[in-house]
Each structure stands twice: as C-alpha cells, then as structure tokens.
C-alpha cells in the first residue's frame, strides 16, 4: 500500500517567519493530498489540500506545492502567528481506492511570539 | 447540521472488558472510517465502510470489529479490551454520490484508556 513519509517531526519558528513541511509518498497512482491542522485535544482539520493536475494552490498565508515525478509535497505558511502553532497532517489518497487516506506522522509547529 | 459526532467522548476500561464507540453523520456521505491516533504515529485506518451494509480492514483491524446497518452510523467494537488499545479513535466520513473526490470530515474523537 502507499507509505506517506513526513519531515521534520517538531519545527520550532519565530512568529512573522516561514515554515515549510515536507511530504513523500511512494505510490504513483495517488491523486488527492489534503492536509490537516490538529490543534492540542481537537480533531483534523482540513487546511488546503491539492489534487494531482495541479502543481501549487494557494489560500491566502497557506500554500502547497505537488512534484508528480519526485512523488512529494509541501505545506508553506507564510508570516506565522502563534495561532498557527498545532500539529500538521499531510494525506494522500487514490480516488478510486474507496477515498482511503494514507497519513504522514505529523509536524508539531511551534510559532514563538 | 451537526456534521460528524462521536460518543463516547471519554472512556476508561478494564482489560477484556468490552465497548461500542459510536459515529453518526448528517451529510449524507457515503464513506466512513474508524482511525487510531497515537503519540508520533499520525492516524492509522483500522475499518471502512463504502455503504450501507459494508465494511472492510483497513491498515490495523486486529482487535476491533465494525458494523454499519444506518448509512449515517458507523460502529467499532472492542470486544476483549487491552492495554494496546489505549489511544485516541476518530471516525471520518466522505463522498456524496456521483460527485467528485471529496475529503474527509472527522468527528470530534474519543480517548479510550484501557488499565
């Protein structure tokens, strides 16, 4: 099945910085990369998310980025604030596979005031 | 509309007891999911269902068992608990019928501590 590898496990930024999470996934056939912020006791939430026809897509301070051939992508957050501070999911998913979702081990961010 | 909801939100069991963890969802979805959460391990799929009436193991089904008789209700049971299952469970759902890929909306989770 598809293996989804994410990096760096903790970032630690200082508030009006960039942050930039790192996604692999080894299998080609997968087409939906949503990505998710879980906040401390919450549950997932749906942030940005990217499909494969497309190469960047952008949401206001929030950006993704897809390399098909390199098989990875990538959350930017631009100008943090300390309420960005949360743990960050990156998914893939095929969409003739029932919609399963294969989940990366998380990014705890930190944005220090 | 109240999207996904789970119930219990906290439960504390014995080992071998058993338990029913119950998600419900208004948006008419057709797919739903039971996932574990651990410390460093992100979220792991254990069941699935496609419809009604369906169900299928997902990366973890060892130790639970899932019924889906209500489109809008997805259960997991434990039936021997052990300590090995002490984590977080969040139920998701997706996809309306004939439209295009959606993703996954998940409900509000349930910490279950297993002594």
């Known amino acids: 099945g598809e293996n989804v590898e994410q990096h760096p496990s903790t970032l630690s930024v200082q508030e009006g910085d960039s942050a930039v999470i790192k996604c692999t996934y080894s299998?080609?056939?997968?087409?939906?990369f949503p990505w998710y912020k879980q906040e401390l006791g919450k549950r997932p939430q749906l942030i940005i998310d990217?499909?494969?026809?497309?190469g960047e897509k952008k949401d206001q301070r929030i950006a993704v980025t897809l390399n098909k051939t390199a098989k990875h992508f990538s959350l930017h957050i631009t100008e943090t604030q300390p309420e960005d501070s949360a743990v960050y999911f990156c998914?893939?998913?095929?969409?003739?596979?029932?919609?399963?979702?294969?989940f990366g081990s998380g990014t705890k961010l930190n944005v220090k005031p | 509309n109240a999207g996904v909801t789970q119930t219990p939100k906290f439960r504390v069991l014995k080992t071998g007891q058993s338990m029913t963890l119950l998600c419900a969802q208004d948006m008419n979805h057709e797919y739903m999911y039971w996932y574990r959460q651990d410390p460093g391990m992100g979220l792991r799929l254990i069941h699935y269902s496609v419809g009604e009436g369906t169900t299928a193991k997902g990366e973890v089904p060892d130790g639970y068992n899932v019924s889906r008789l209500k489109k809008q209700n997805f259960l997991l049971g434990l039936e021997s608990a052990a300590p090995s299952q002490t984590s977080v469970y969040f139920c998701?759902?997706?996809?309306?019928?004939?439209?295009?890929?959606?993703?996954?909306?998940f409900g509000p989770g349930t910490r279950l501590t297993v002594l």
């Open positions: 299998d080609s056939a997968s087409n939906y």
């Open positions: 998914a893939a998913s095929i969409s003739n596979n029932f919609n399963k979702f294969y």
């Open positions: 990217i499909r494969s026809n497309v």
């Open positions: 998701a759902s997706s996809q309306i019928r004939d439209r295009p890929l959606d993703t996954q909306y």
